[in-house]
């Protein structure tokens, strides 16, 4: 079970909609942002919010195998659901592993804010780190509308953890199948959608939870997949009412 620390506004669960791009990689950090992250999560401001976090329930680090990498956790945009760009997503935030004050293990969320960095979570475990040891040479890409996580290579994805939806850890999907099983579920609630406009991204309706058979059985398409960011309405549905969706997740102080 994890705990998650929101440090400021849910901002990793808000759909963006921003300029559909030709490229088909996502961009990601540069050396000199890990080289910032490094040194804001190093920092004393950190430090002291570590010291000062503690997990309700969450069980001792024990003796983990070190991890240290920082990394990159992509969503899905509303270009790519909408079907206007190749990417998959952007970067939604960088995971680097940590130790709360009492040792439990912990990872530091850093997104980007301007032109710097800005701590926004600490969340118990090191699910990124798990996963991306899991993800064979390709990126994280995050749902959080159902907490799903998958691998990206190329034109391909596969699924690390997708329990929400049914589908078992090693189910391999193209970009296209998965860009149309997301168009099912979110396709008409994204930005400037009847019901963008009828206010109901305030936080009212439920999103569709039921991956279709496409999802595992359509044709590839080129380019890798970027995760996909929900707008306002279903990001309150999430931290209201839907808790299985960051199941274990919980809040720092």
């Given at each position: 079970?994890?705990?998650l620390?929101l440090?400021?506004?849910a901002?990793?669960l808000?759909l963006t909609?921003?300029?559909?791009?030709?490229?088909?990689e996502?961009s990601r950090?540069?050396?000199?942002?890990?080289?910032?992250i490094?040194?804001?999560?190093?920092?004393?401001?950190?430090?002291k919010?570590?010291?000062?976090t503690?997990?309700?329930?969450?069980?001792?680090?024990g003796?983990?195998a070190?991890v240290?990498a920082?990394?990159p956790v992509?969503?899905?945009?509303?270009d790519?659901?909408?079907?206007?760009?190749?990417?998959?997503g952007?970067?939604a935030?960088v995971?680097?592993p940590?130790?709360?004050?009492?040792?439990?293990a912990?990872?530091?969320?850093a997104?980007?804010?301007?032109?710097?960095w800005?701590v926004?979570?600490?969340?118990?475990?090191?699910?990124e780190?798990?996963f991306?040891?899991a993800?064979?040479?390709?990126?994280?890409?995050?749902?959080?509308?159902v907490?799903?996580?998958y691998?990206?290579n190329?034109?391909?994805?596969?699924v690390?953890?997708?329990s929400?939806?049914?589908?078992?850890?090693?189910t391999?999907?193209s970009?296209?199948?998965y860009?149309d099983a997301l168009?099912t579920?979110y396709g008409?609630?994204?930005?400037g959608?009847?019901?963008?406009?009828s206010?109901?991204?305030g936080?009212?309706?439920?999103?569709?939870t039921?991956?279709?058979q496409?999802?595992?059985?359509g044709?590839?398409?080129s380019g890798?997949?970027?995760l996909l960011?929900?707008?306002g309405?279903?990001?309150?549905?999430?931290?209201?009412?839907?808790?299985?969706?960051?199941?274990?997740r919980g809040?720092?102080?």
């Open positions: 079970m994890r705990t620390v440090g400021g506004a901002a990793l808000v909609s921003g300029p559909a791009s030709a490229a088909t996502p950090p540069s050396g000199q942002d890990t080289v910032a490094t040194a804001l999560v190093n920092g004393p401001d950190t430090a919010r570590l010291a000062a503690r997990f309700p329930g969450a069980a001792a680090a003796q983990a070190p240290a920082q990394v992509f969503q899905p945009t509303a790519f659901v909408a079907g206007r760009s190749d990417v998959p952007q970067l935030y995971a680097v940590a130790r709360t004050g009492d040792g439990r912990a990872t530091v969320w997104e980007r804010h301007g032109a710097g800005e926004v979570n600490v969340a118990s475990g090191v699910d780190q798990r991306a040891a993800a064979g040479g390709g990126y994280l890409l995050h749902e959080p509308q907490n799903a996580w691998a990206v190329g034109d391909a994805l596969t690390l953890d997708g929400v939806l049914g589908l078992a850890p090693g391999k999907l970009l296209r199948s860009r168009n579920r008409t609630r994204l930005p959608s009847a019901y963008d406009r206010g109901a991204a936080g009212y309706g439920t999103p569709e039921q991956v279709s496409a999802v595992v059985s044709p590839a398409t890798p997949v970027v960011l929900v707008f309405g279903l990001a309150v549905i999430l931290l209201a009412g839907c808790a299985a969706l960051l199941v274990g809040h720092d102080h």
